[in-house]
């Protein structure tokens, strides 16, 4: 069976999601890096890698959703809750530009203190001080659905006034595992999976950028994987408009589901055999990219398990309150990749937007 799927993956033909369950229950670790660097080189350079340097911007932790494996969120009214202001949000991008990098998104909750017109003018003021020289992902779409409702109005017309207010890019935060039951276990008060890509859909036709996440080491199956893999797959065959995968790492400290998971974490080793499989599958998705924030230095070996680009966090809330650690030498990471026989470039999406328009 594995020569049978290697041959369909060297003649450039779809991996089926059988195909893909066998090659994870019996393909060795070599056969499924040398599957997916086939698959990598379709849209790489084989020694080639880019990163970014950014910072996530959590700019409220009040939230309704009470996902389980959350250990950030504070309920409304509840002590340690937070809103930050627009000056306090500008400190934090100016101290990402001073750092070299270019690029920040933005992700809080579904807080229903905040209007929408809370984030247009929170929005639009980032654009008006930074202008090009700074990139933003501006929600999550499981954000972006909160507002949707909380404001009344379809996917369209909130796509369009995010769009107004100068936002490019809202990203596919919020999906975690993209199943049905995965959402009923564990954030029933989020949204389902086909609202999830109904609003991406409307996202896309407004013309915005947008990305494809996963999150695994939960108590999903492999099963719930691959459908997530393929209901992915299938959206960019139909829609189109996925610039990237990302996939981490669920951090499970400090989290209701992490204590009943026995607090603990799924190793490297499953991560990067994941990150192989899903560039297999993606056999449409230009970018797989592997995550620093959660796997730290040795997310540079997804890169021989057909990642191609990482990012170099200095911030990111969310995960840090669930156990996450963020280093700031950046030079040490990159020399990381440099041992495994790349050659890293930075990637500015601001310089990128600006040459788009």
Known sequence: ??????????NRERVTAD???????????????????MVRARFHESNACTYMLMRIINYTNVCVAQCDYCAFYALPGAEGGYVLSEAQVFAKI??????GGDLVAFNGGFNPQLPLGYYCDLFAAVRARYGERLEFY???????????????LDYA???????????????????????????????KFKYTV?????AQKAIVQAGLSTTATMVIGFDETIEERIEHLERTRAFQDEVGGLASFLCWTFKPYFTPLGGQLGGIEIGTGEYLRHLALSRIYLDNVPRIRTSVLTQNERALEGLLYGADDFDLPIEDEVTQKAGATISLQFDK???????LGYIPAYRSVARAAMAAQ
């Open 1 to 10: 069976m594995s020569r049978e799927i290697r041959a369909k993956v060297q």
């Open 19 to 37: 195909e893909a369950l066998w090659l994870w229950k019996n393909a060795t670790d070599l056969e499924l890096r040398e599957m997916a660097q």
């Open 94 to 99: 100016d101290e990402l530009l001073d750092l």
């Open 138 to 152: 501006a929600l999550t779409i499981a954000e972006f659905m909160y507002l949707a409702d909380h404001a009344k």
């Open 157 to 187: 017309t909130t796509a369009r006034r995010f769009k107004d207010a100068g936002v490019s890019w809202i990203t596919g935060g919020g999906s975690e595992i993209l199943t049905e039951d995965f959402r009923r276990r564990h954030s």
């Open 194 to 198: 086909a609202q999830y890509f109904e």
């Open 333 to 339: 990471i990159l020399a990381v990749a440099r041992s």
